[in-house]
């Protein structure tokens, strides 16, 4: 049947194909007469085609509508139907406007859910300004406009380096993502374009930590929240968890421990390193001045730029594998590893005019910074 242009099948399998056609939303009755009707309306006789089902005496059928129209009781015998017609279709309309309101402002009905990785999964312990990539892909339906990275126990966020959007990385600290909030344990991006698995996916954040000191693990955990549904949703699982740990295995040995002071002979020793976790990265290398026991002095680095001390990944110092030491360690300066257990080389060339001793002493540390 038709009501207000929306049809309806109201006959039973027994009558499939039956139908009312253009049904009055007034209170009517319909006579069949040779396959027309009657409607009789304030005083009016209107012709509406009619089409009943037939094999029974008496049916009864009973529907809704919809949700914003009324309600409508059908009985009738083969030869007349009357059509009941009552209010509640302004309650029934209400009750839409409310639901459909509710919909809006209640977190019941907006599941947010998406899968979020954290890189690297293992640092060394002492690391300053260490590099993490946050990634977070919104799953099925998600819509995001706001997202918070909260640090574990034991990592200090230094800074935030960028947030990109979408499979081109496109950076968004300019256009989308320009309100943040950024704290020693938490960042905070709010996005001026909503967010979902299909359009500015994934969230790419990347910051900078501050290791702890001893080992410890944690769990870099993430909340993600639609501002319009005011709801807010997990991310993170086992995926974002990060295990500080002193990352490098090393044992030392004196290669060649005599020279001649002459500006050109050296002291050389070797680092046999082995690592702790399957992690790529750079090793990074500093030590302190050298001193004796009469408390004589010798620099590894002059005033002038000159320095006396180099590790290299050979013995052969013909490499691009290798750095000039200092006694702090350089930004982004040491040798490209991968967690394949190898030696590294420090040459101490001895400059003129040093002290004689054979009481010289230093102290040396590694840092491995993990590769995100």
Not at 133 to 152: C, F, G, K, Q
Request: net charge positive; hydrophobic share 40%; glycine share 6%.
């Amino acid at each position: 049947m038709e009501v207000n242009g929306a049809r309806r099948r109201f006959c039973d399998e027994d009558y499939a194909g039956s139908k009312i056609e253009a049904i009055s939303s007034h209170v009517a009755s319909f006579d069949i007469a040779g396959g027309r009707a009657f409607e009789s309306r304030r005083g009016r006789l209107q012709h509406k085609p009619v089409y009943a089902c037939s094999g029974k005496d008496k049916a009864v059928w009973q529907f809704l509508v919809s949700m914003a129209k009324s309600h409508y009781d059908f009985t009738g015998y083969a030869s007349r139907i009357t059509i009941y017609y009552t209010k509640p279709h302004i309650l029934f309309m209400k009750l839409w406007m409310l639901l459909a309101a509710l919909l809006v402002i209640s977190p019941v009905f907006a599941d947010l859910t998406a899968n979020a990785t954290i890189s690297p999964r293992y640092v060394d312990t002492s690391v300053i300004n260490q590099t993490f990539v946050y990634t977070i892909v919104p799953l099925n339906e998600t819509l995001i406009n706001r997202t918070v990275i909260s640090a574990p126990a034991g990592y200090q966020i230094v800074s935030l380096q960028d947030v990109t959007l979408g499979v081109t990385n496109d950076s968004c600290l300019s256009t989308a993502c320009t309100q943040r909030e950024i704290n020693s344990t938490q960042i905070t991006v709010n996005f001026s374009s909503v967010i979902n698995n299909s359009v500015n996916s994934p969230v790419i954040i990347t910051f900078l930590v501050n290791t702890s000191s001893s080992a410890v693990t944690g769990n870099f955990t993430s909340s993600i929240h639609n501002n319009t549904h005011n709801a807010t949703g997990a991310s993170g699982l086992n995926y974002t968890i990060v295990v500080t740990q002193p990352m490098l295995n090393i044992s030392t040995a004196m290669t060649k421990g005599t020279a001649i002071i002459n500006g050109t002979d050296y002291w050389e020793f070797r680092f046999d390193l082995l690592y702790n976790a399957a992690q790529d990265g750079l090793v990074q290398f500093r030590m302190n001045n050298w001193i004796d026991s009469a408390g004589q002095t010798m620099n590894i680095l002059l005033s002038n730029g000159t320095t006396y001390a180099t590790l290299s990944n050979q013995s052969n110092l013909n490499t691009t594998a290798k750095f000039s030491i200092n006694t702090t360690y350089a930004n982004s300066v040491g040798i490209n590893r991968t967690n394949i257990p190898g030696s590294l080389y420090l040459r101490m060339f001895i400059p003129l005019g040093a002290n004689l001793s054979s009481t010289w002493s230093s102290t040396y540390n590694f840092l491995f910074r993990a590769y995100p």
